[in-house]
Every structure is written in structure tokens, then in C-alpha cells.
């Protein structure tokens, strides 16, 4: 077998030890604080309490908070954190700490701090266990310090159990919460929770030190929190129930908690879930709270999502008060894109609602797992670069460092990750996730050099891994999971060179960015042989097939071939018959299959196809995009209403619908060249690094206007579309103006900051 050997690296030396430790904390104070119990025990709720008394309130007082698995603070008995703490963890071994700014709401003399953490115990696919449940407080109060010790007092709340069946399904490391409120300690967060209730802690150590080992700063904010509202059928509520199930609205599907304020009888179960309890087929996560007698209150602390919560109260019962908060990834939406037709507009509506349920401790799908593909994140990682806020960069940066920190001994990436009850490799989606729309897409639209800097000897790495057969092209690596996308009739050869073509192109560049030029030689010669073998065997005049496929022609494969250019323009039109013929791909592999339509410069095809692929999501009444083209059994995998993957046409619609895409690094200069296809009218806001692009397009018989405003620092190059052949007079900003380049499709101004209005007539 042929192997192109890229020379090797001391890979423990270009860590960037820098960057690796740049979320660490040395020096720590404070120690690891817990009560003992039995390595089996999982689901535990663990309250402590301290008071503290402090002469003058600090301008600023930031604790650094960390437990196993989740936590919630109060400072004298207001709520100051709804969710602390990520899953486990940066690495293998190492755990989060959070950072939280208490100064707002602590006050001159006693000062009361209360925490509550829930220990799950178990690994999932999206968490490490570390084997032990504590807590680690230390606060910098001015010249003073809190910090965790002996003195801290704790309890098990005894309110909180385990439920009955069903319970979530074994991806979660999540339980259901079970709360019986005759058990509750009403005021313990004040530090009133009865005569000889409070333990004396134990101390576990100083940091570093295990089973949480080194500590990594937070690198993604706190939940954006809402705070508790009201549902929107608020009014069609009963104020007593039936017994029947009461359905409250949410006004889309979100990530919440339930609230319920009741009038009731002692010992009567209330179950509280959603719509999606059992989305992607699966049971994730729901409710039973018992009822105390009298008038009573309870938020329960365990996310769900859907687009209604399902409150079963017993008949009788008073119901005082139904509310949710909602709690969810803070970034903003700044992207905006509309067309004069609605179709596409719902469709990117659609997306981003998505993309808002996927975003949390991960970029990650809500229900069945809560865990982060990397094939999935790719997709994610692209719309949230055109949707939304600084924010959203930090959940991609996480996500990659995520990738490159879990990598095995042995040069394996794998997914998802963190987690401790998985560790396969799914080939394909790895060269997705270092490649040209992984790591580098990321690149190209933040400059982040540092990042390429930290990413790059893993990328190398892993790249070694694949071999080639003596016919040039690759030899199946199956890893794991031997997984290419759900479906029927996948052409495996053509999809997986296409992806090992693309990261080499991916890790030229990356090479280059950071210095390591000796390797550019072994890349290039391998996509050479790739490009040369991949048409010498797999074109047959009329598509891409492998002599192994002896089934149906793969769209994906033919649509892959065009954007890892390794198709020439000779053969777009017989790519483009196929793609409006062949329809094999899922979600996932359908944003790549659309996207070759744009490249090959068929943008009406391409918007054809995508209202062909996404009719029936965009005409339901679901607020979110599907795992597959049907739910449930109609669906891939598990048929979940909530799949980020799906949302590859939001991409789109601004990189080539609105044609906006950078050119150099960070939106340095970029270009603006609309494909509209049988759109009239686009309205389109991108957020950049440089700060937000705005594009407005308006077409008819007589001509097009573009209009555009570009941010400081940057420079566009715009493409007024040659829509006919009789139409050649432009305008900027009211006068006659002569492109500074013009061919077939476009003709070219050059442009700086500010506002341009071009007119075709």
C-alpha cells in the first residue's frame, strides 16, 4: 500500500502550553468539601451553607465555583446562579470551575451562602463521572477570602429520591427529579433547616487534586436566564384540576424548567414533562414531585424541551400558579435573512430555533443524548457564524478544544465528547471536523490564529492515521462506527476520499498559518493522487460511482465531489442531472448536496431542491427541524424533532443566496456576490468579527438594486448579478459608475467601509 508519510512532530512540544493552560487556576485556597458516601451512589443532592460576615460590600467579589455534576447558589436567599457548572470535562481527567460575580447581592454584616449540588454518578455520553460528589467555593470578597473548608456545614436533601420507571434512556447521565415535598426544607437556604440537620463537612484536598484534578476556567458564559413567565394559553388554564392531563404552551420549543404553585392534599404525585419526552425515540428527562398539604411551590431544576409542558395533577387540586423559565446559551440572534418568498424565510426561522435548542454545555442535540456529535457541530458551527453574537464563538471554541483534548494516545479523534460511556471513532465526521468546514471554516471567518496554532499537530496526527491502497485513493477506515449518514445507496469511496481531500486541503492551510511548511510537500502529493485517481476510476461520463457501488447513483457523493473541487466545471451539468433525480441523503448530508448547486452556479436548482427536501418541515407545525425528512419512525436514528444538522440551508442563504463570505481571514476583505435564482427581493444582516454586513437586493424587469453597508476595517469586493443581457448601465450612490472587473455572472466594484447602493439598469 501507498502511504504519504508527513513528516512527524513532537507533539507534547507544540502543545501551546500556553493556550492548554489558559482556562487553569493555580494557587487555589480554597478546598474540596464534601459528605462521604458510597461509590455506588449516584443522584445525589447535596446542600451546604455558610454564613459569612463581611465589614464593606466589594465593588467586585468573584467566586470560582466547582462541583460534580451541577450546582445552584443563593446569597442571602436570593437566587444569584439557575445551573451552575459544565459537564465533565475539558479532558479525560480535568474538571470545570465557574466564575460568578456576587458582589450584586451581598450586603454590609451576615451574609448567608447557600449551594445546592446534584451529584449524578454516573457517565453519559456527554459526561465524565468523576466518582465523588463535592463542592469547591473560593471568593475573593476585596481583601478577603471565602473559601470552602471544615467550618461549611451540609446536609442530603432529604427531599429528593429517585423516580419510578420509566427513566432516561442509558446516553444520559441525567436522572429524572424526584421531589416529595413532606420532606422539604423550606428555608435552608437561609440556613434554617431544623435542630441537628447540619453536618460537619469533610475535606477531599486542595486543588489539584483527584478524581476533579486541574481546573479549567468556564469557557462559554452562564445560562441566559428568563426568569419564571407565563404560558401562552395562560388564560385557558384551570384553576382546579380535573384530573386530566393540562396542556401549557410554550411559545416555540425552547429549553425550560416547569413551575407550579398549588393548593393540594399531602402525599398526591404530580408528573411534569413535555411533548418531547420521548424525543428521538428515547426517554430523556421528566418530573414526579409529591405534594406536602396546604399551599406550596415548586420549580423543578431539571431541563426539558418541547413546545408544550404536560402538567398530570390529580383531580381537586387548587392550581394557583403554571410558569416556566427558560433557560438557554447566551448568545443573541444578530443574523437576519428574508426574501420575498416566505418559504425560505420559515425555513431560516427554523434553523436558528434549532440551532437554540442545541446549544448548551454543547453544541448538542436537546433530548435523546445531549451530546455533541462533531458531524452535527459542523453544520452548527456554520450558522452560528452567520446568526448569531461574539457569544456563539466560544461554544465552537470549546467544541474544537473539546475535540483536540479528548484525542486518544494513539492519534484517534472521536465523538462525542466529553463523555465517559463512549469513545469510537466515526471516521467520516472526524475529516469533517479538522477540515474545510470544521476547524478551518472557523478560521476563515474569526482569524484565530492561536486556535490554528493549538489545533494543528492533532489534525496531523489523526491525518497519519489513514493509509492509501495501490490504486492511489484511500483504504476504508471503518474506526468505531462505520458510519457515512443514514440512508439508502451510500457510495462510501466517493464520500470518504472527498472528506480526506478536503482535510488535506484544510491542513495545507493550516501548515502554512503556523510555520510548518516541511509538511506541505506530503499533503499536496496526496490530494494529487486523490483528485487524479478519484476521476481515473470513479467518473463514468455521466456521474461519480465506485466500482464497488453496484446500486443506484449517490447524490451525496456527487454533490461532495463538487465542493471538494475534485469534479472540474466539464461535468456540472451531468452532476447537476443527477442531483435532480437522485435523493438517497439525510439531513446531514443534504446542506452539502445543496451547497454544490451554488457552486456549480445553478442557485435556482439549488433552491428548487432544498424546497423539494424541506416542505414537509417547513409547512409543520414543529418550530424546529428534523433528524430526518419524517419523526419518530419515519425519521433516521430515532426520528428527534430537535437535529441542528438539518439547519445547513440558514448557511447557505447567506453565503451564496446573499453571497456573503470572507475572502481573507476575519472579514479582512470579503465578497459579496448574490445568487438569487428566482428570488426578487433579499434583506440580509450578517455579524462579523468586523462588526455586521448588511445586504439589500431588489429585483424586477427593468433591473437590480444592491445595496450594502460594510463594517470598519474591512473591504468588499460586490457583484452586481448580470441579469440580462440588455441591461449594462450601473449607479453607486447616484452615479454613473464603471465596474472595476466584470464576467459572465457579475460585474465587480471594489469597496470600502460604509454605504454603497448599486443600480443596474
Not at 222 to 235: C, F, P
Not at 311 to 329: C, D, F, N
Not at 504 to 527: F, N, P, R, S, V
Request: some cysteine.
Amino acid at each position: 500500500m501507498i502511504k504519504y508519510v508527513i513528516k512527524s512532530l513532537a507533539y507534547s512540544a507544540v502543545l501551546f502550553v500556553n493556550l492548554a493552560a489558559m482556562g487553569q487556576t493555580s494557587n487555589w485556597k480554597a478546598e474540596w468539601i464534601g459528605l462521604p458516601h458510597a461509590p455506588a451512589d449516584t443522584n445525589v443532592w447535596t446542600a451546604y451553607h455558610k454564613v459569612y460576615q463581611l465589614k464593606k460590600i466589594p465593588k467586585t467579589a468573584y467566586a470560582k465555583i466547582a462541583t460534580d455534576s451541577k450546582y445552584w447558589l443563593w446569597i442571602n436567599g436570593r437566587l444569584a446562579v439557575f445551573e451552575g457548572q459544565l459537564k465533565r470535562g475539558p479532558n479525560p481527567r480535568d474538571t470545570y470551575f465557574d466564575e460568578v460575580d456576587l458582589a450584586p447581592y451581598l450586603v454590609k454584616g451576615k451574609n448567608t451562602i447557600a449551594v445546592l449540588t446534584w451529584y449524578w454518578g454516573r457517565d453519559g455520553f456527554n459526561h465524565k463521572n468523576s466518582g465523588k460528589s463535592a463542592l469547591l467555593f473560593e471568593a475573593a470578597l476585596g481583601n478577603e477570602i471565602l473559601q470552602s473548608d471544615t467550618t461549611w456545614k451540609a446536609l442530603r436533601h432529604p427531599a429528593f429520591g429517585h423516580s419510578g420507571p420509566p427513566r432516561p434512556n442509558y446516553r444520559l447521565p441525567e436522572f429524572n427529579i424526584h421531589f416529595d415535598a413532606r420532606h422539604d426544607l423550606p428555608h435552608w437556604q437561609l440556613g434554617e433547616a431544623g435542630n441537628g440537620m447540619w453536618l460537619s463537612v469533610m475535606s477531599y484536598g486542595i486543588p489539584p487534586v483527584g478524581p476533579w484534578n486541574h481546573l479549567e476556567k468556564r469557557p462559554i458564559p452562564l445560562w441566559k436566564d428568563a426568569g419564571l413567565v407565563t404560558y401562552e394559553n395562560k388564560r385557558d388554564l384551570p384553576a382546579e384540576s380535573t384530573g386530566d392531563t393540562i396542556i401549557a404552551k410554550l411559545p416555540k420549543n425552547i429549553s425550560i424548567t416547569p413551575y407550579l404553585k398549588i393548593d393540594a392534599p399531602g402525599g398526591l404525585k404530580i408528573d411534569i414533562r413535555t411533548d418531547n419526552y420521548k424525543g428521538g425515540s428515547e426517554y430523556n428527562v421528566r418530573t414526579e414531585y409529591i405534594t406536602k398539604e396546604g399551599v406550596q411551590e415548586f420549580e423543578t431544576f431539571g431541563y426539558m424541551n418541547g413546545h408544550e409542558v404536560r402538567y398530570a395533577i390529580p383531580e381537586g387540586v387548587k392550581i394557583l400558579e403554571l410558569k416556566y423559565r427558560e433557560t438557554r446559551y447566551n448568545t443573541e440572534k444578530v443574523g437576519v435573512f428574508n426574501t420575498d418568498d416566505s418559504f425560505y424565510n420559515v425555513l431560516w426561522e427554523k434553523s436558528y430555533n434549532t440551532l437554540n435548542v442545541n446549544l448548551r454545555d454543547a453544541i448538542q442535540d436537546p433530548d435523546r443524548e445531549r451530546a455533541q456529535w462533531w458531524g452535527d457541530a459542523v453544520i452548527l458551527l456554520g450558522e452560528m457564524l452567520y446568526a448569531c453574537d461574539g457569544n456563539s464563538h466560544l461554544a465552537i471554541q470549546k467544541a474544537i478544544r473539546n475535540l483536540v483534548d479528548w484525542q486518544k494516545p494513539d492519534g484517534v479523534l472521536y465523538s462525542p465528547v466529553p463523555a465517559g460511556s463512549w469513545d469510537r471513532e466515526l471516521p467520516a465526521q472526524m475529516l469533517a471536523s479538522v477540515g474545510k468546514y470544521g476547524f478551518w471554516n472557523y478560521f476563515r471567518y474569526t482569524a484565530d490564529t492561536a486556535m490554528m496554532h493549538y489545533v494543528y499537530p492533532a489534525v496531523k496526527r489523526y491525518l497519519n492515521l489513514w493509509e492509501f491502497g495501490d490504486d492511489g485513493l484511500l483504504v476504508h477506515r471503518p474506526g468505531g462506527w462505520d458510519w457515512l449518514d443514514w440512508g439508502d445507496d451510500i457510495d462510501a469511496p466517493l464520500i470518504e476520499n472527498a472528506w480526506y481531500y478536503m482535510a488535506l486541503e484544510a491542513a495545507t492551510q493550516m501548515a502554512e498559518l503556523t510555520g510548518h511548511q516541511a509538511d506541505i510537500a506530503g499533503y499536496q502529493e496526496a490530494m494529487e493522487s486523490i483528485k487524479l485517481n478519484y476521476n481515473r476510476l470513479f467518473w463514468n461520463g455521466s456521474s461519480y460511482k465506485s466500482p464497488a457501488n453496484h446500486g443506484v447513483i449517490d447524490d451525496r457523493g456527487n454533490g461532495l465531489a463538487v465542493i471538494a473541487g475534485l469534479a472540474d466545471r466539464t461535468k456540472y451539468d451531468a452532476i447537476k442531472k443527477v442531483l435532480e433525480n437522485e435523493f438517497h441523503a439525510s439531513p446531514y448530508m443534504e446542506k452539502y448536496i445543496l451547497e454544490s448547486f451554488f457552486i456549480m452556479g445553478d442557485a435556482e436548482g439549488g433552491l428548487a431542491r432544498m424546497k423539494k427536501r424541506y416542505s414537509n418541515m417547513v409547512e409543520s407545525p414543529l418550530t424546529t427541524l428534523w433528524e430526518g425528512w419524517g419523526i419518530g419512525s419515519a425519521g433516521y436514528g430515532g426520528g428527534s424533532y430537535n437535529h441542528g444538522w438539518s439547519g445547513g440551508p440558514l448557511t447557505l442563504m447567506h453565503q451564496y443566496v446573499a453571497g456573503i463570505a470572507p475572502d481573507r481571514p476575519g472579514f479582512e476583505t470579503f465578497t459579496i456576490c448574490p445568487q438569487l435564482g428566482i428570488l426578487k427581493e433579499v434583506h440580509c444582516i450578517t455579524p462579523t468579527v468586523k462588526g455586521n454586513i448588511t445586504v439589500d437586493i431588489k429585483r424586477t424587469d427593468r433591473g437590480i438594486t444592491l445595496s450594502v453597508i460594510i463594517p470598519p476595517d474591512s473591504r468588499a469586493r460586490v457583484g452586481i448579478p448580470r441579469i440580462a443581457p440588455e441591461l449594462s448601465n450601473i449607479t453607486c450612490n447616484g452615479k454613473t459608475a464603471v465596474a472595476h472587473e466584470e464576467d459572465h455572472d457579475y460585474y465587480y466594484f471594489e469597496v470600502g467601509p460604509g454605504k454603497w447602493s448599486f443600480a443596474l439598469f
